[in-house]
């Protein structure tokens, strides 16, 4: 059997890594303008682009940031946005997560703090499809309870326009940058 979702979800709890001023610096630039070379990063940050290529490619390397295409759902007429609120039975609710997970319109799930509390963000293009999925998919999941679920009027800054704090870069590894930006 492959990797289930909950192992997924453990295997993203890793300790975070340690960056410093000048991978801030390189985010920041690349959170302004994600098309931006390294050559361009290099001028912005004060270092050489060989420096730059490289901090980039371990930023990468680590999972600290990632380069992807993101879509508008209101552009392709995604406009109904709901996020529901489950609870598991055990072991049959776990055995349901791998359809829920690939559902068509699923873009977001997450477990909580209690072992069988899970959160989905769902986008639909018309409330038949809201229903159909509440009301009939859901439904006829075995071990799958649906607690709640609201629609979303208006998102004003979504997960993909999160950034760390200057202060998650260690203190300690905050540089003066010599004349060849090393």
């Known amino acids: 059997m492959g990797t289930t979702w909950r192992e997924l979800i453990e295997e993203s709890r890793k300790p975070p890594e340690v960056y410093d001023e000048v991978d801030y610096l390189i985010i920041r630039a690349l959170r302004e303008n994600p098309r931006l070379s390294a050559s361009a990063v290099s001028k912005i940050v004060g270092i050489n682009e060989r420096t730059a290529r490289r901090r980039i490619d371990a930023l990468v390397a680590s999972g600290a940031i990632r380069f992807a ?3 508008t759902p209101d552009r392709f007429g995604y406009n ?6 489950l609870r598991l039975a055990s072991p049959e609710g776990e055995a349901s997560m791998d359809e829920i997970v690939n559902y068509p319109g699923v873009c977001y799930v997450s477990s909580g703090w209690e072992k069988n509390s899970v959160t989905l963000q769902c986008k639909f293009k018309s409330t038949d499809d809201v229903s159909f999925f509440i009301n009939t998919f859901l439904a006829e999941l075995e071990g799958v309870e649906v607690e709640s679920y609201y629609f ?16 998650d870069f260690a203190e300690s590894q905050r540089i ?5 930006g090393e």
Not at 80 to 85: E, L
Not at 152 to 167: K, M, V
Not at 176 to 180: E, F, K, N, R, Y
């Open 80 to 85: 109904n946005i709901i996020d529901v609120n």
């Open 176 to 180: 003066s940058l010599g004349a060849d």
């Open 69 to 71: 295409t993101i879509c």
């Open 152 to 167: 979303q009027a208006r998102i004003y800054r979504d997960a993909d326009s999160w950034e760390p704090l200057r202060a």
